[in-house]
């Protein structure tokens, strides 16, 4: 169902992930990365990932178990990224404190899509 899409915020734009041609389509040329979260230093990161639960594609589950299967998947896969940065050398961290109606504004998103989880990738022990 691909009921989660990913994100990538970017200095020069937010893409979304296109799984089934592996390609970055550019959603809006807009840097966003400061809208991804509270803290100081998602605006500077190299890239903020975002990961939007869509509600229009999910409406296959049952209505019970979508924010459950949602979490679970938007949890496997930062966590697969996470050991890909392990295994590259980068630092990352999930962040859940962001602010999902400001994000969505920036992201032009619609009513059926909402950003969940972020996920900050950089250079470990980078100073900015
Ligand atoms: C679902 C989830 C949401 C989180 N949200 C935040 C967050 O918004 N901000 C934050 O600093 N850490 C957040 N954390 C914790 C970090 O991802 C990380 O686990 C913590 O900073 C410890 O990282 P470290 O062991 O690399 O120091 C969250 C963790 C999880 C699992």
């Known amino acids: 169902m691909h ?18 041609s592996h390609e970055l389509r550019l959603k809006r040329a807009v840097d ?20 939007v639960v869509n509600h229009f594609r999910a409406d296959q589950f049952p209505a019970e178990q979508r924010d459950t299967f949602a979490g679970v998947a938007i949890g496997a896969i930062s966590q697969n990224v996470s050991l890909y940065c392990a295994a590259v050398g980068l630092a990352c961290v999930v962040r859940g404190w962001l602010n999902p109606r400001l994000l969505a504004g920036a992201m032009s998103l619609n009513e059926s899509e909402i950003p969940v989880l972020a996920q900050t990738i950089g250079h470990a022990g980078a100073t900015v």
């Open 32 to 51: 966003a990365r400061n809208l991804t979260g509270y803290q100081d230093f998602v605006g500077d990161a190299p890239l903020d990932l975002v990961y």
């Open 3 to 20: 009921e989660i899409d990913i994100y990538a915020a970017l200095p020069e734009g937010v893409y979304r992930y296109d799984p089934m």
